[in-house]
C-alpha cells in the first residue's frame, strides 16, 4: 500500500509546478485579450474579480475563468495595463 502511494506521488508533478505552467498559459491568452480591449473605441472600464458575470463592454477579469473574454488578472500584483 505505500508503495502504490510513493509511486502516485513520485510520478505526480507538483501542485506548484502545475499552477506556474497554468499560470503562464493564462497570462499569454491574457495579453491579446488586453490588447484587443485597449485598441477598442470608447470608455475603458476594468471589472476585477467578475466570476462568471462578463459585463458588456468591460475589460472583465479574473483568477480563474472559463470563458474567452475573460482575462486572467491577479489584482494582489501589478496590473499589465498601462497607467491611464
Known amino acids: 500500500m505505500l508503495k ?5 506521488l513520485y510520478h ?8 506556474h505552467v497554468r499560470i503562464r498559459r493564462l497570462r499569454a ?5 488586453f ?6 473605441e470608447g470608455d475603458k ?12 463592454g468591460w475589460l472583465n477579469t479574473d483568477l480563474t475563468y472559463k470563458k474567452d473574454e475573460i482575462a486572467y488578472l491577479d489584482a494582489g500584483k501589478r496590473f499589465p495595463l498601462p497607467d491611464e
Open 4 to 8: 502504490k502511494i510513493i509511486l502516485k
Open 12 to 19: 505526480k508533478p507538483p501542485k506548484y509546478f502545475v499552477d
Open 29 to 33: 491568452k491574457s495579453k491579446t485579450i
Open 35 to 40: 490588447k484587443k480591449y485597449l485598441e477598442g
Open 45 to 56: 472600464k476594468l471589472q476585477i474579480g467578475c466570476g462568471n458575470n462578463a459585463f458588456d
